[in-house]
DNA sequence: GAACCGAATGGAACCGGTTCCAATTAGAGC
DNA sequence: GCTCTAATTGGAACCGGTTCCATTCGGTTC
C-alpha cells in the first residue's frame, strides 16, 4: 500500500504500463475514458510516480549543484536566496556544496559533473582552470558562473573593477588624499578569487588617474573577518602618518574598521571615512557607506541562465554584467583640514 | 567513453557484473588477482558508478531533506551551518526545501516523505501536528526536528520558555519594573511557531515571579523584521508612562527597538534597557546584550541525530535540550532613579 | 464488403546499478 | 585419485520508471 508502483496502478486499472506513464506525462494519445479509469487507480492506491527511477530512465536528475565557498558569509546568502527564488518556480531543486579548502574546491570540480547527480552547475566566486572549463563543456555538464568569469562559460559576472574604482573615486571627491584599502587575501589567497585583483586594480586605478601615488603601506591584506580587519585597520590607523579614509573589501570588513576606529576613538566620519562593499542587509542598519553590487539578483540571473542552458545545451556562452552602485550613507565625509 | 557503465568494465576485464559490483563495495569475495584486474579496468574507462542507478537499486537515496522556513535568517543559516559541518563527514548530501508560506509548508510536510527522494528529513522550527508526525512514522522517514517538538519524533529544542524567562529576569535584576516585550506574531502567525510562545510564555513567568503586573499595553507582536520591530518600539517609547527596558524576540528585532531608541535620542543603555535573543554574529560587534541559544550546535546535533536515525530505523524517539545562556554586552544597565 | 488509415493501447526492452542463486574452481582430507 | 567443502565467480532478476514498436480497433473510402 505505501508503495504502488506503475505495474500495480496499471493491473488495477486494467491497462498496461505504457498507459499509465502516458497518462502522467500527459501525452495526448490517450481517450478520456482510459485517462479516466487511470486517474481512479491512481487515486485508490494512493500512488505517487518514483522520481529517482523517472531519473534513471529520464538519464535527468532535476537537481541542481550549487557549489559555494563559505557559503554563511552574508554576501553568499544573498545569492543563494536569489538562486533559490529563480529555482522555486521551476521543477528544480538545488544541492549545496560548500567549499571551505581547496581540496574540497577540487573535489567538488572533479566529481559533480562526473557522477550524475545534478543536471546543472552553478558555480560562484570560484573561478575554473582553462581545463576545468574545458572538462565542463566536454562532459556536457551546463555550469554557469556567478561572479567569475571564463570564457567558455555562461556567467554573471560583477564588474569589480568598476566597484573598486567608483568606491576610491568617492573618497577622493570627497578631497581625501591619503585611502587605505583593506583587502582579502590577494596573493596567498589558496582560491585565487577573480574580485579579490579586481577591486584592488580599481582602487590602483582611482588612485593613479587622480594623479595619487599609490602607498604600499596603506595596502593590508588579510582574511575576510571582523577580527583580522579590525587588527589590520588598527596598524593603519596607528602609523606616524595614518590614512583619512579607509576601502574596505566588504562591508562584514568594514565593520571591523569601524570598530578599531572606536577603539582609538575616532569619529566617524569626521576623523575617519569608512566605505564598504557589497550593501548586505546589515550594512543600512549601519549607515555604512558602501557599494552595492546586486548579490540577491546575481543569483537570480545566475539560476535563469543555467535554465536555459539546460534546456537549450547548444547555446553560446552568455555573459551578464551586473552594474555596481555608490550608496551614500553616514561613514564618508570630507577630510578635516589640517 | 563519457559514460562507461558497469557492464562496460566487466566486459573490459573479462568478468562479470557482480564481480565489479563487489569490488566497487568492497566485499571481501573477490581475490585479489581479480579486483586487480577490475581495477585497471576501471581506470582505463574511466569509470565511475551512477549514483542514481545505486540508488533505485538500493532503495536509498543519499540525501537528506532540510525543510525550513526563511532559511536567509541569521538564526537559520546559523543552524544550517552546523547541518552542513554534520553532513560533511558523511555520505549525505542535502537539498533545502525553503518555507514561506503556509501553502509551501504543506506541500512540503505532505510530498517530501511521500516522493522517495530523501532518506530522512530535518524540520527547523516548524511544529507537526499530531497527524502530520504520524505520516511520518508511519510512512518510515526518518524526522528529525531543530527547535520545535514533538512527542513521536526525535527533537532537539531549545528550551525558549527558560530563555524568555532569563532574559526577563536579567532586567529585573538590574532593578527594572517596567519591561516591554516585541514579540514575532504570536497568534495570528500563519506557522504557530512553538518558541514564540515559549518566550512570552518565559517573560509572563519572571514577571509574575517578581511580582511585576503584566501590562498589555507593553506587549507588542508584529512580523519578524527590523523595520516592524522599530514601529513597535517607537509606539512602546512614546507611551504615557513607557518602558524602561524592552526584551525583543529576535537580535533582529533587538536592532529595531536600537534603531527607533536612536530615532528619539534615548540612550542605550542610560535611558533605556534593550536585551535580544539568538546571539547571532553580528549582535557582539553591536555590542548588544542577548540570550544565546546554541544555533550552530543545534544544527550539528540534529543532523547527528538523524544520521543515526537512519542507520538504526527503530530506535526510540530521542530528545535533546540545549540550554540559553545570558551574554551580558552593553545595551542593559540600571534603570534611571526617578 | 474489402482495403486502408490513424488513433489508442499493451508490453518488451532499457536505464545502470545490486543481489542472490547456481555453477565453477581450488584445495583439503583420506 | 576421488570426494567434499569453501571460496570465487557469472549472470539473471530486480528496482520503477519511459519509450518505442507492434497490434488492435474503429471509422473511411471506394
Same mark, same amino acid.
Given at each position: 500500500?505505501?508503495?504502488?508502483t506503475i505495474r500495480d496502478v496499471a493491473?488495477? =486499472?486494467?491497462?498496461?504500463v505504457?498507459?499509465v506513464s502516458?497518462?502522467?506525462?500527459?501525452?495526448? +494519445?490517450?481517450?478520456?475514458?482510459?485517462?479516466?479509469?487511470?486517474?481512479?487507480?491512481?487515486?485508490?492506491?494512493?500512488y505517487?510516480p518514483?522520481?529517482?527511477?523517472?531519473?534513471?530512465?529520464? #538519464?535527468?536528475?532535476?537537481?541542481?549543484?550549487?557549489?559555494?565557498?563559505?557559503?554563511?558569509?552574508?554576501?553568499?546568502?544573498?545569492?543563494?536566496?536569489? /538562486?533559490?527564488?529563480?529555482?522555486?518556480?521551476?521543477?528544480?531543486?538545488? !544541492?549545496?556544496?560548500? /567549499?571551505?579548502?581547496?581540496?574540497?574546491?577540487?573535489?567538488?570540480?572533479?566529481?559533480?559533473?562526473?557522477?550524475?547527480?545534478?543536471?546543472?552547475?552553478?558555480?560562484?566566486?570560484?573561478?575554473?582552470? $582553462?581545463?576545468? +572549463?574545458?572538462?565542463?563543456?566536454?562532459?556536457?555538464?551546463?555550469?554557469?558562473?556567478?561572479?567569475?568569469?571564463?570564457?567558455?562559460?555562461?556567467?554573471?559576472?560583477?564588474? $569589480?573593477?568598476?566597484?573598486?574604482?567608483? +568606491?576610491?573615486?568617492? %573618497?577622493?571627491?570627497?578631497?581625501?588624499?591619503?585611502?587605505?584599502?583593506?583587502? $582579502?587575501?590577494?596573493?596567498?589567497?589558496?582560491? #585565487?578569487?577573480?574580485?579579490?585583483?579586481?577591486?584592488?586594480?580599481?582602487?590602483?586605478?582611482?588612485? +593613479?588617474?587622480?594623479?595619487?601615488?599609490?602607498?604600499?603601506?596603506?595596502?593590508?591584506?588579510?582574511?575576510?573577518?571582523?577580527?583580522? =580587519?579590525?587588527?589590520?585597520?588598527?596598524?593603519?590607523?596607528?602609523?606616524?602618518?595614518?590614512?583619512?579614509?579607509?576601502? &574596505?573589501?566588504? $562591508?562584514?570588513?568594514?565593520? #571591523?574598521?569601524?570598530?578599531?576606529?572606536?577603539? %582609538?576613538?575616532?569619529?566617524?566620519?569626521?576623523?575617519?571615512?569608512?566605505?564598504?562593499?557589497?550593501? !548586505?542587509?546589515?550594512?543600512?542598519?549601519?549607515?555604512?557607506?558602501?557599494?552595492?553590487?546586486?548579490?540577491?539578483?546575481? #543569483?537570480?540571473?545566475? &539560476?535563469?541562465?543555467?535554465?536555459?542552458?539546460?534546456?537549450?545545451?547548444?547555446?553560446?556562452?552568455?555573459?551578464? /554584467?551586473?552594474?555596481?552602485?555608490?550608496?551614500?550613507?553616514?561613514?564618508?565625509?570630507?577630510?578635516?583640514?589640517?
Open positions: 500500500m505505501a508503495n504502488a493491473k488495477r =486499472a486494467g491497462v498496461g505504457g498507459t502516458r497518462v502522467l506525462n500527459d501525452s495526448t +494519445a490517450v481517450s478520456s475514458a482510459t485517462r479516466q479509469k487511470v486517474q481512479t487507480a491512481i487515486a485508490e492506491l494512493n505517487s518514483s522520481p529517482i527511477a523517472r531519473r534513471l530512465s529520464l #538519464g535527468r536528475t532535476m537537481t541542481i549543484g550549487v557549489i559555494a565557498p563559505f557559503f554563511i558569509r552574508p554576501s553568499y546568502v544573498e545569492r543563494l536566496r536569489g /538562486v533559490e527564488a529563480a529555482l522555486s518556480n521551476s521543477e528544480y531543486d538545488f !544541492i549545496i556544496y560548500n /567549499v571551505e579548502t581547496v581540496a574540497r574546491r577540487n573535489d567538488c570540480f572533479h566529481d559533480v559533473p562526473r557522477q550524475e547527480r545534478v543536471d546543472g552547475l552553478l558555480i560562484m566566486t570560484l573561478t575554473p582552470t $582553462d581545463e576545468e +572549463a574545458d572538462y565542463f563543456v566536454q562532459s556536457g555538464m551546463p555550469t554557469v558562473l556567478i561572479d567569475s568569469s571564463h570564457r567558455h562559460l555562461s556567467h554573471v559576472m560583477i564588474d $569589480d573593477v568598476a566597484g573598486g574604482y567608483q +568606491a576610491t573615486q568617492h %573618497l577622493i571627491d570627497l578631497g581625501h588624499r591619503k585611502i587605505g584599502y583593506i583587502s $582579502d587575501l590577494l596573493q596567498e589567497s589558496p582560491f #585565487g578569487f577573480r574580485p579579490v585583483a579586481n577591486r584592488y586594480e580599481g582602487y590602483l586605478q582611482a588612485l +593613479a588617474h587622480a594623479g595619487i601615488e599609490f602607498y604600499p603601506e596603506y595596502h593590508r591584506q588579510g582574511e575576510l573577518s571582523r577580527r583580522e =580587519a579590525r587588527r589590520l585597520a588598527h596598524e593603519l590607523l596607528t602609523l606616524p602618518d595614518p590614512p583619512t579614509a579607509i576601502f &574596505a573589501y566588504s $562591508d562584514t570588513q568594514a565593520f #571591523g574598521v569601524l570598530r578599531a576606529a572606536q577603539d %582609538l576613538g575616532l569619529k566617524v566620519p569626521e576623523q575617519l571615512s569608512v566605505i564598504g562593499y557589497d550593501d !548586505i542587509e546589515i550594512a543600512e542598519f549601519l549607515h555604512l557607506t558602501t557599494i552595492r553590487q546586486h548579490l540577491y539578483e546575481s #543569483g537570480v540571473r545566475g &539560476a535563469e541562465l543555467l535554465l536555459g542552458e539546460i534546456s537549450n545545451p547548444l547555446s553560446r556562452p552568455q555573459e551578464i /554584467v551586473l552594474p555596481t552602485t555608490l550608496v551614500e550613507r553616514d561613514t564618508t565625509a570630507p577630510p578635516l583640514l589640517c
